[in-house]
């Protein structure tokens, strides 16, 4: 199980927030209609997973801003966050990009395990060369 990861910017969430607000992203449950009708569309996405377990994606960018992770989660603690793609066949949807890349939580790879057994549980496949950790560590 992965540990929390915490909000690293905590006194920019009410900016993120209205930022968000301005660019009309809404953050939406997995699973949902509303979560169904972003990724019918195509549209590349990041996530989180609650420390209650719930996963919350939202649109990676939208007239031209993009929206943190910090956003999704209200600034709480995460047991995971990154980015995704799905494609979508009409009628099996499925996880084709997943990674670990979330600025303010910086997440570690057993995160990864814990967002693949959130999408799954929602009944979203995950395809196994799909996933891609990012090395925080790096230069």
């Not at 009410?14 to 607000?21: D, G, K, N, V």
């Not at 009628?91 to 057993?110: C, K, R, W």
């Amino acid at each position: 199980m992965s540990p929390p990861y915490y909000n690293r910017y905590p006194h920019l969430l009410e900016q993120e927030r209205e930022a968000a607000r301005e660019a009309g992203i809404v953050p939406v449950s997995i699973p949902s209609a509303a979560f169904d009708l972003l990724a019918t569309a195509g549209v590349d996405m990041i996530f989180v997973v609650l420390t209650g377990g719930g996963l919350v994606a939202a649109p990676r960018q939208q007239r031209y801003r993009h929206i943190s992770h910090a956003v999704l989660a209200s600034g709480a603690p995460v047991l995971a966050a990154g980015e995704f793609a799905v494609e979508y066949d009409g009628t099996t949807m499925i996880v084709s990009a997943l990674n670990d890349m979330s600025g303010h939580y910086q997440p570690g790879t057993s995160a990864l395990e814990v967002a693949v057994a959130a999408f799954e549980g929602a009944g979203i496949g995950v395809r196994p060369d799909a996933i891609t950790s990012y090395d925080w560590e790096a230069p």
